[in-house]
């Protein structure tokens, strides 16, 4: 046990940062992911029809592909292309790309979900598309789009453990190196457990919160 | 209240045609409605009462024929010969000058009553908020919900809901109101406390077309009653000669099964 904790008081540091990459990480695609899933959510119900079926195939393909394979397809092919990324701005492309797809999924249904009656209430008192949209449609459809939205949060903590393969220093690649030096393999793996569990535990209280708020 | 009108044209329907794929559901209608006129429409499901309503509304698109409101050509314009439906911003503003109150209310539910009456005063009518909510109280004062304002619309009655819709229409400020159906949703003991709200509309001067199953009703409120079928007006004339001396077999039909 006291060679454990000595290890542990070691590596603090880097298991700090290895949380801060994770959650960096993982609330920068969210963030983007989330604008991204509202526009492409909005495009696949009241879009034009050809960017519907590109917002379709967009959100097919992605959703179609493991997480992993679009973090490596990210790091690969982004050079391969001309654009200069580090790993880190790689996988954070991959992750967004990822929520975008899922919550624009989940914004789609969140508005097909609102009864049309409220889009011709709306129109009756001469609410003009966007007004329907901001002050009638949207606040509806988010409310219901709330708590798959905190399940995909959830799920981008998770996924960003795979950007240890493309070599960004997360928790999961930070506790593999500890591990590597001390060979205390159960013990760090536990560690790195119970972090990942009580972030994705603040993210869920933080949604149950948010979810009383703005509950009627 | 059958007394004849003096009141300019404020609704003109001429020639009004409309199809859901093949099925025509409006095969020619001229109607015209005076200022502070109540007209209702009766008819079978199916005549076309409700689309004939949702098309002065500018809820559904019609396909020939026109219909002027206030001397203005609503839903579209012809240019180089052709109708090309209006742009969204001016069908959001011909809009505002009809009230529609619909058969299942149609309220938001995520405002309080007080909030679903200043939606529109305060976007489309761009009232200062403290202006907007005291019109918005007067409204539902004058509905008989003074005591609700600060409800959702899930805890009201459907007939408190209903008359929250009525004062989220005419807070509006319409020059005429659109009725589908009011009452068809209600329970039967709550049909009357709209009606009594729709009624002392129509006597404080509303301009008012109603399409109705409520009989009765239409007989007590209006100026004149219409009667639809097969998406052509049949008949129409003063509540006593259409409901005591319907002229047509279609309509005595009707209004047999009505009655029954």
Not at chain 2, 140 to 165: D, H, I, K
Not at chain 2, 177 to 185: K, M, P, R
Not at chain 2, 234 to 239: K, N
Request: a positive charge.
């Amino acid at each position: 046990m006291d060679r454990f904790l000595a290890q542990l008081w070691m590596a603090r540091d880097a298991i700090a940062g290895g949380v801060l990459i994770s959650m960096e990480a993982a609330l920068t695609a969210i963030v983007i992911g989330s604008l991204l899933g509202l526009v492409i959510g909005l495009l696949l119900v009241y879009g034009h029809v050809v960017l519907r079926v590109l917002c379709r195939i967009y959100v097919d393909i992605i959703r179609g592909t493991p997480v992993l394979v679009l973090i490596l397809a990210a790091f690969y092919i982004t050079p391969a292309v001309g654009l200069q990324m580090d790993a880190f701005q790689a996988g954070l492309l991959a992750l967004s790309l990822f929520c975008g797809a899922h919550l624009g999924e989940i914004v789609r249904g969140a508005v097909q979900s609102v009864p049309h009656g409220q889009t011709e209430a709306g129109r009756s008192i001469g609410l003009t598309f966007p007004q329907i949209l901001a002050y009638v449609v949207l606040p509806q459809a988010l409310r219901q789009a709330l708590p798959p939205w905190v399940n995909t949060g959830v799920e981008l903590v998770k996924a960003s453990t795979l950007l240890s393969v493309i070599g960004v220093g997360e928790l999961l690649l930070k506790t593999q190196e500890i591990v590597g030096r001390n060979f205390m393999t159960l013990e760090f793996y536990a560690v790195a457990g119970v972090l990942y569990l009580l972030i994705n535990l603040g993210i869920e209280t933080l949604g149950r919160n948010l979810e009383a708020r703005v509950r009627p | 209240m059958t007394e004849p009108l003096a009141g300019r044209p404020l609704l003109q329907i001429r020639g009004l045609h409309k199809h859901f794929k093949e099925i025509e559901v409006l095969k020619g209608v001229d109607l015209t409605v005076h200022e502070r006129e109540v007209v209702s429409i009766i008819g079978s499901s199916g005549s076309g009462k409700t689309t004939l309503l949702r098309c002065v509304n500018l809820l559904e698109e019609f396909d020939g024929g026109e219909i002027v409101l206030d001397g203005e050509s609503i839903g579209y314009r012809v240019r180089r010969g052709r109708r090309h439906r209006l742009p969204d911003r001016l069908l959001s503003r011909q809009r505002a000058m009809t009230g529609m109150v619909f058969q299942n209310f149609n309220l938001f539910p995520h405002l309080t009553a007080l909030r679903n009456v200043m939606l529109g005063l305060t976007k489309v009518r761009r009232m200062q908020r403290d202006e907007a909510r005291v019109l918005a109280q007067t409204w539902l004062g004058r509905v008989g919900l003074a005591q609700r304002m600060e409800s959702y619309p899930s805890q009201l009655s459907g007939g408190q809901q209903q008359r929250v819709a009525i004062a989220r229409a005419l807070a509006m400020n319409p020059k005429l109101v659109l009725l589908d159906e009011v009452t068809s949703a209600l329970d039967p003991e709550l049909v009357q406390e709209v009606l009594a709200t729709v009624k002392s509309l129509a006597d404080e001067g509303a301009t008012l077309l109603i399409v109705t199953h409520e009989m009765g009703f239409a007989r007590q409120v209006s100026h004149r009653v219409v009667f639809m079928d097969k998406g052509q007006i049949a008949e129409q004339g003063a509540p006593a000669e259409i409901f005591e001396r319907p002229a047509s077999a279609r309509l005595a039909e009707f209004l047999g099964s009505a009655r029954r």
